[in-house]
């Protein structure tokens, strides 16, 4: 609770210090939006100390064109609505900038919010395929996209034997897109999927969808939303009987998982972004992360501190805070000073590279899955 506290009055400070007159011409200020409240809040406020970890880093060193940053928040609950109402009032506030995206579903609607308002934004999470289309080009997503999320899940699957999933989504643009991906995806290689389940946020009692999966006896379990309701499901079905293997995407790679599913998480795989603890290069900011916050870094903290590493970067390079010069400088990246990997682009403004690894619960933390 100290921490959060810490945290909070750090935000306060923040945004009182952005308010203040003439602070245009002494400070940039870069907004960012996450969820920091809902049930993603933890990731949220997890990406929201990464963002500002960089900055006090990029203060110390001299700042940004011989200025200091700032930074303001805008809470997006991980809910399309509240995204469209923080991405509004940041666009209205005089950012030179956006680090955020969380939750697809709540990340599209706001696209065209900065896109209008011509500000560049770095989405370290939503990877979303829902998000490419409604990009206006200010965009640029630093996380590998639901095709590479899909490959990396099939290349699993496959290497253990697996001919038959069941898949479960809850209908969102992420965890939809995902489920959608790779049932195609599957089918197109010869493969069967026995049951395709969309559940309800929140929902407690899984039996109807555990009784039609365990139906179908398919080899594996995908599980392709967020893990607070995830964690349920998976205990749920091993409190069922149910033996074969079960997987989650992105959405589920937190340690919280753990304490949600139990005993039940022991053996889940997760298609998973690169995070600090399985990364030699993120030693350093993961010792500084623990220090500042008095806990871990969690699974996006290492995307959300390149994101605003690399944003800093572009503006530093454009030589001025001009949207248009920035964006341009962002979509010829080649950026290297990451703990993440390097970061360039594709026409489409997405990694240019698959950054997947697969990850095994065991013991009740994450660790590497070797195939």
Do not use: H
Not at 51 to 73: D, M, P, T
Not at 326 to 344: H, N, Q, R
């Amino acid at each position: 609770m100290r921490n959060l506290l810490k945290t909070a009055a750090a935000g306060v400070a923040l945004a009182l210090a952005f308010s203040a007159p003439g602070i245009g011409q002494e400070t940039l200020t870069v907004g960012i939006m996450v969820p920091t409240t809902g049930s993603e809040a933890t990731y949220g406020q997890d990406m929201a100390n990464a963002v500002n970890l960089a900055i006090s880093e990029i203060n110390a060193a001299g700042g940004v064109l011989g200025k200091q940053l700032a930074s303001v928040v805008g809470d997006d609950g991980c809910d399309a609505q509240m995204a469209v109402n923080a991405a509004s009032k940041l666009a209205s506030s005089g950012v030179v900038g956006i680090v955020g995206g969380y939750c697809s579903g709540a990340t599209v609607p706001t696209l065209k919010i900065y896109g209008d308002a011509k500000l560049p934004m770095i989405i370290p999470a939503a990877n979303s395929t829902k998000l490419i289309p409604e990009n206006p080009g200010n965009a640029f997503m630093i996380n590998s996209t639901g095709n590479d999320q899909v490959a990396k899940a099939i290349e699993y699957f496959n290497a253990k034997g697996v001919k038959s999933i069941a898949i479960v989504n809850q209908g969102d643009a992420y965890s939809q897109d995902l489920a959608d991906l790779t049932r195609k995806t599957w089918e197109a290689a010869g493969n069967t999927v026995t049951s395709f389940e969309t559940t309800n946020k929140g929902e407690q009692d899984y039996s109807a969808v555990v009784t039609s999966i365990k139906s179908g006896n398919p080899d594996a379990v995908f599980w392709t939303a967020y893990y607070a309701d995830g964690g349920l499901l998976i205990r749920q079905l091993r409190e069922s009987g149910y033996q074969g293997l079960i997987a989650v995407g992105d959405g589920s790679n937190s340690p919280e998982l753990f304490k949600i599913a139990g005993p039940a998480a022991e053996g889940v795989i997760a298609f998973s972004n690169p995070t600090a603890e399985f990364l030699p290069e993120a030693k350093a900011f993961a010792d500084a992360y623990q220090k500042q916050y008095g806990n871990a870094p969690g699974p996006y903290s290492t995307l959300s501190y390149d994101a605003m590493k690399l944003l800093a970067w572009a503006i530093e390079t454009a030589g001025t805070t001009d949207s248009a010069k920035v964006i341009e400088t962002l979509k010829g990246a080649d950026f290297t000073d990451t703990i993440s990997g390097p970061i360039a682009f594709t026409a489409e403004n997405t990694l240019a590279r698959s950054n997947f690894v697969v990850l095994e619960g065991k013991g009740g933390a994450w660790t590497q899955a070797q195939f």
